[in-house]
């Protein structure tokens, strides 16, 4: 390979490439001059060649400087463009932070206002209990003679009873076996984390123990947790478990006394009846009424 072949080939080479190139082309010269590596390089050896060859060799280093110039640039223009890639990530990293910072101040809103309404709520129904009292107290004497005697234990009785069944929660369709009385409580736990959420729980099955546990239909679970608030939050994310494997089969539903249990299951039966006799339309409960909407 003559001397105008490797400075074509040092022109369109990558950087690798033209490493290779000049590291072979400074062999060659090395060689004719007698020495090993540049180390051994002396003034007395490098005027041993003729002008031609100095000139030609010197026209070659100048070459490949050029070249070396070239790629020293663009590998600058690389780095340039990297360190601003980098700058771009590094802002996407503070914007994705800043949203999460956002979208937990939400959280914690929401969270907040469930609170605060179930505390209004329940502020509410005691001020009506009490205002129910205080007519019986401040009535006429023959009056109140006339009341039955267990009222004031029946209101007391009624407001506590709300107030405990506000942190309950039922769960049904949950599996039972052999061992449910130690793994119960587990169990719950478990799927509850299947809808991102872990609290504190004390749980037991209501009613009697199926002999042939397994094979029947699980008994319900009841769940008694820290708040109302608690009981809130698992609420609205329980449809979650529609699209769960382990738990679509089960699902959760406040803890409702027998009246509300008698009124629940005249309105399911209501829509059930609805759904055969106007089967075009769409059938559910909200607000204590059974509502109808076209199917879309």
């Known amino acids: 390979m003559d001397e ?3 400075y074509e080939i040092a022109n369109t080479a990558t950087a690798i490439q033209f490493q290779k190139i000049v590291n072979k082309w400074m062999e060659e010269k090395l060689k004719k001059l007698g020495c090993h590596s540049t180390e051994d390089l002396t003034t007395a050896k490098v005027k041993v060649p003729l002008k031609d060859d100095l000139a030609s060799w010197l026209h070659g280093a ?4 050029h070249r070396q110039n070239e790629v020293i640039r663009d590998l600058t223009d690389a ?9 771009d990530s590094q802002g996407s990293v503070v914007r994705l932070q800043e949203q999460l910072l956002a979208n937990k101040d939400e959280h914690l809103q929401t969270l907040q206002n469930t609170v605060k309404s179930t505390v209004q709520s329940f502020q509410e129904t005691v001020k009506e209990e009490l205002k129910t009292y205080s007519s019986v107290v401040t009535g006429p004497a ?4 006339t009341l039955p005697p267990q009222l004031l234990n029946d209101v007391v009785k009624q407001v506590v009873e ?6 309950n929660l039922m769960i049904f369709g949950l599996p039972e076996d052999s061992n449910d009385s130690e793994t119960l409580k587990e169990k719950v736990a478990d799927m509850f984390a299947a809808i991102g ?4 729980v004390e749980v037991t099955r209501l009613g009697k123990a199926d002999v042939d546990n397994g094979h029947g239909r699980p008994r319900a679970v009841k769940v008694t947790l820290s708040s109302s608030a608690t009981v809130h939050q698992l609420l609205m994310k329980a449809r979650g478990l529609k699209t769960s494997e382990v738990y679509s089969k089960a699902f ?3 803890d409702l006394s027998k009246e509300q249990r008698t009124e ?5 039966t209501e829509q059930r009846r609805l759904a055969v006799e106007q089967p075009n339309m769409k059938h559910f409960i909200r607000g204590g009424r059974v509502h109808s909407v076209e199917k879309s």
């Open 264 to 268: 629940r299951r005249e309105l399911v």
């Open 197 to 200: 959420e872990k609290p504190r």
């Open 4 to 6: 105008t072949e490797i």
């Open 79 to 87: 780095t340039a463009m990297l360190k601003d890639g980098l700058i």
């Open 162 to 167: 709300q107030e405990d069944r506000s942190r």
């Open 62 to 65: 100048l070459t490949f400087m």
């Open 142 to 145: 023959q009056q109140i003679q």
């Open 252 to 254: 959760i539903c406040p």
